[in-house]
Structures are given as C-alpha cells and as structure tokens.
T-cell receptor, first 113, second 115 residues
Framework: DTGVSQDPRHKITKRGQNVTFRCDPI?????LYWYRQTLGQGPEFLTY????????KSRLLSDRFSAERPKGSFSTLEIQRTEQGDSAMYLC???????????FGPGTRLLVL | AQKITQTQPGMFVQEKEAVTLDCTYD???????LFWYKQPSSGEMIFLIY??????QNATEGRYSLNFQKARKSANLVISASQLGDSAMYFC????????????FGSGTRLQVQP
C-alpha cells in the first residue's frame, strides 16, 4: 500500500493529557499538510511542511500544538494539555512539489473527555 | 481570501440516475485549482476530480465530471449513473497555485443514493 497512512485511527483521552499523532506520506511527496475537521464542517488547514521545513502555521494552531517532520518523511502532530474543544478529526495529506493533488490519509479521530 | 460555498446540505438521488452537486467559489487569484473529494463514513477524503482555472475543457473522470463556469465562479460536480456506494459526504475545495497551496473546503453535501 503506497497511500498516506495515519496512526492511531482513534484516540480517546482525558482533558489535560498530551497526545501525539503520526502521518506517513506517499514516499515521493515532499509536501505534507495537516488539517482539522470538526463535526459537520469541511477540513481546515493547520500547517504544512516542504521536506523537513515547517513553512506556515494557521492561527488555528495554538501554542499547545506542535508539528515536526524531522527527516522530511513522516510527520508528528502533538497536542499538549488537551481540551474538549480539540475533539475533531485530524487529517494528513501529501502532495508532490508544485501544484500537485493532495492525497489524504484515513485521519485520526480524537475525543477529549 | 478564498471561500467555497456549498448550498446543499443534503441531496437524494435514485440509483442509476445522475445528480449535480453545487459549488461556488470566491477568489481574487487568477491561477487556482478546484477539487472535489468524497468522504465516506470511515472518514478518509478520497480525491475525485480536478479542474485548473486555465483549463478550457471541463474535467471528467469516469462517472464524474466537473461543470466549470469561470465567469459565474461555479464548479459543480456531476455524478452519472449513481450507485449505492456513492452515498457519502462530498466536499468542494479550492487551492491557491502559489505559496502554501493549502486547500480551502466548503461545508460539504451529504448525498444519499436510494435503491
């Protein structure tokens, strides 16, 4: 399977705990995007990487959120001190450099109790 | 700023019939891309079809076609010969062709195909 993969698929945590999600993009894609999708809405952009460089972060990404892509391959998204408002689907997508189509992973559903 | 509007929260269609899902967009960019994605209940966003702002012909991919009307800023998705497996959420999205090239999504349309 050469698609985008994400782990875990589901995560339930208690408010105040830290969580980390992983995304493995399509191997030849050097751009990687994180989006967040709340119930009944379309996904919203959070941040993106070109190779290992994080080039932009949305205002949606508070200081409790951090993302890395240390070797330009997989990426992690960490949420510290989770809040109930963080409950959402977190989607990862990758694309080739340039105006390529973004292909999405299956997402990680986060529920903060 | 870019904006996508999908005015149909839900649509019903009979199996084997065609259906049109509406999408209008707003942008000041001259170069952009328009996409449709399908999201089944499992949650994965599945790419369906792409239209570039400079493409003169409407895009087609199998049973999917994109009715692109640039002057009206609309990019409607047409699904022909609907199948039960087409039941899902459908999202229209726009991508700027410079900079971050992030996608801006609409709020989606839930399509239900009835036997």
């Amino acid at each position: 399977d050469t698609g985008v993969s994400q782990d875990p698929r589901h995560k339930i945590t208690k408010r105040g705990q830290n969580v980390t999600f992983r995304c493995d993009p399509i191997s030849e894609h050097n751009r990687l995007y994180w989006y967040r999708q709340t119930l009944g809405q379309g996904p919203e952009f959070l941040t993106y990487f070109q190779n290992e460089a994080q080039l932009e972060k949305s205002r949606l990404l508070s200081d409790r959120f951090s993302a890395e892509r240390p070797k330009g391959s997989f990426s992690t998204l960490e949420i510290q001190r989770t809040e109930q408002g963080d409950s959402a689907m977190y989607l990862c997508a990758s694309s080739p450099q340039g105006a390529g189509t973004q292909y999405f992973g299956p997402g990680t559903r986060l529920l903060v109790l | 700023a870019q904006k996508i509007t999908q005015t149909q929260p839900g649509m019903f269609v009979q199996e084997k019939e065609a259906v049109t899902l509406d999408c209008t967009y707003d942008t000041s960019d001259q170069s952009y891309g328009l996409f449709w994605y399908k999201q089944p209940s499992s949650g994965e966003m599945i790419f369906l079809i792409y239209q570039g702002s400079y493409d003169e012909q409407n895009a087609t991919e199998g049973r999917y076609s994109l009715n692109f009307q640039k002057a009206r800023k609309s990019a409607n998705l047409v699904i022909s010969a609907s199948q039960l497996g087409d039941s899902a959420m459908y999202f229209c999205a726009m991508r700027e062709d410079t900079g971050r090239r992030a996608l801006t999504f609409g709020s989606g349309t839930r399509l239900q195909v009835q036997p």
